[in-house]
């Protein structure tokens, strides 16, 4: 059992930065693979990111090159870095932790990119 509690969101204009952290805690964080998600009004949850137990990290073409996930270990944390924002950004993001068929998900952050 994985508790992962997220934070970091709120209303941004464009081109402006936000960062995400998820806080885990209950089971060996770094043995998981985790990943954030997002999900806008109307629309199916979407993959972001995701970084494994080794540090490879996979990131959505929507947010390469604006976007980066990291993690730390002795932390048991990971964040998403988040600049250039774009009003499409705009979801709630969710914090997930993979591992062997078990997945886990935070309660969610709003993120809101608007002028």
């Known amino acids: 059992q994985v508790n992962l509690v997220n934070s970091g969101g709120g209303l941004v204009q464009p081109g402006g930065s936000l960062r995400l952290s998820c806080a885990a805690s209950?089971?060996?964080?770094?043995?998981?693979?985790m990943g954030w998600y997002r999900q806008a009004p109307g629309k199916p949850r979407e993959l972001v990111a995701t970084?494994?137990?080794?540090?490879?990290?996979n990131l959505a073409d929507s947010v390469k090159g604006r976007f980066t996930i990291s993690r730390d270990n002795a932390k048991n944390a990971v964040y998403l870095q988040m600049n250039s924002l774009k009003p499409e950004d705009t979801a709630v993001y969710y914090c997930?932790?993979?591992?062997?068929?078990?997945?886990?998900w935070g309660q969610g952050t709003q993120v809101t990119v608007s002028s």
């Open positions: 997930n932790a993979g591992y062997r068929g078990l997945s886990y």
């Open positions: 209950g089971s060996i964080f770094s043995i998981y693979t």
């Open positions: 970084i494994t137990s080794g540090g490879s990290t």
